[in-house]
């Protein structure tokens, strides 16, 4: 698998500093699971980030700080221990991080109705953005449409094209305020994406407009 769209720079750094919402971290997450490069600029940034740590003043810390956080670990260790172990769950199409969220693989997912054939699972994430995987039957396009805020959009099966280029599994579209963009899944397969976004689409059809409040896009 060769990955020819990525994260931007930007992201990347937002994610090593933990400044993302929880929907966004996931998608660049997945990605980096998937993308070599990625994972590689990630690794920069984070020994960035340790090597201004080590330049900080230090902070005086309080007497009982030590046991305050021993306690915690092992008031952590007890909740641990109390949780059943479940079987490490692989999917062909889910990344592991994806996993964790959908409590298992891609059977797992309780699929709602989009229309035209599409469907939609939006996953269990912090108000601030929104991640839902969209299963897009091949050849099917996705209403034009352009954005509030941000878009980010990760392939996991199949592959869909639009005028920002041709994305495959891997592939990570960003899409921001100034683009509009009408997604065609490939006729070849049907697609399975990633989606998060932190605002609702701005869709130009009537009918996708009305839509939009039921399907929380």
């Given at each position: ?181 009408t997604p065609v899944a490939d006729i070849s397969e049907d697609c399975i994406c990633l989606a998060v976004t932190d605002a609702p689409l701005k869709f130009k059809g009537l009918m996708p407009r009305i839509a939009q409040p039921f399907l929380g896009i």
């Amino acid at each position: 698998m060769t990955v020819k769209h990525h994260l931007t720079d930007d992201l990347l750094m937002a994610y090593s500093a933990g400044d993302l919402p929880e929907a966004v971290n996931l998608i660049v997450a997945t990605h980096i699971s998937l993308c070599d490069e990625c994972r590689a600029a990630l690794g920069s940034y984070d020994a960035v980030g340790g090597a201004v740590l080590d330049t900080c003043d230090s902070v005086q810390m309080s007497n009982n700080s030590l046991n305050s956080v021993l306690d915690m670990i092992h008031a952590q260790d007890n909740q641990v221990q109390d949780k059943p172990v479940l079987a490490k769950v692989q999917d062909d199409v889910l990344p592991a991080p994806l996993v964790d969220y959908v409590g298992g693989g891609l059977d797992n997912v309780r699929w709602r109705s989009a229309g035209m054939g599409v469907k939609q699972a939006i996953l269990p994430t912090s108000k601030d953005a929104t991640a839902r995987l969209l299963y897009i039957p091949a050849g099917t396009a996705i209403p034009d449409h352009g954005h509030h805020g941000l878009e980010l959009t990760l392939v996991l099966q199949g592959a869909f094209q639009d005028e920002d280029g041709y994305f495959s599994r891997g592939d990570i579209e960003v899409a921001d305020e100034d683009m509009n963009h009408t997604p065609v899944a490939d006729i070849s397969e049907d697609c399975i994406c990633l989606a998060v976004t932190d605002a609702p689409l701005k869709f130009k059809g009537l009918m996708p407009r009305i839509a939009q409040p039921f399907l929380g896009i």
